[in-house]
């Protein structure tokens, strides 16, 4: 059984920094891809970064490359998003999913399960 509690939203000013937290409850964690997707309402929920298992390889959605960082704690089941220099655009709520093994899927089709997400506000 999968379960991920994400954490750290806010509201926060244009040009402001968050950091999102994902806790893991998942069998060998270390071993998946992880990713973060987000969402407004009306909108299909969107791709925004992945991790490797190694937390080596990362990837990102290009409005976010630059500003956004994806990284993991494998001894804590842990995955962060770092999010600097954040835009009003950036308000969403925030989700993390586990990937496969070798690989991870933009979409979110491509998964079964979601936390409850975390609310991001960015003012301007």
């Known amino acids: 059984q999968v379960q991920l509690v994400e954490s750290g939203g806010g509201v926060v000013q244009a040009g402001g920094s968050l950091r999102l937290s994902c806790a893991a409850s998942i069998k060998a964690f270390s071993v998946y891809f992880m990713t973060w997707f987000r969402q407004v309402p009306g909108k299909d929920r969107e791709f925004v970064a992945a991790?490797?298992?190694?937390?080596?390889?990362?990837y990102y959605l290009e409005s976010v490359k630059g500003r956004f960082t994806i990284s993991r704690d494998n001894d804590k089941n842990t995955l962060y998003l770092q999010m600097d220099s954040l835009k009003p655009e950036d308000t969403a709520v925030y989700y993390c999913?586990?990937?496969?093994?070798?690989?991870?899927?933009?979409?979110?089709?491509?998964?079964?399960?979601w936390g409850q997400g975390t609310q991001v506000t960015v003012t301007s």
């Open positions: 999913a586990r990937g496969g093994v070798s690989s991870y899927s933009n979409s979110p089709d491509g998964y079964d399960d």
């Open positions: 991790i490797h298992w190694n937390g080596k390889n990362t």
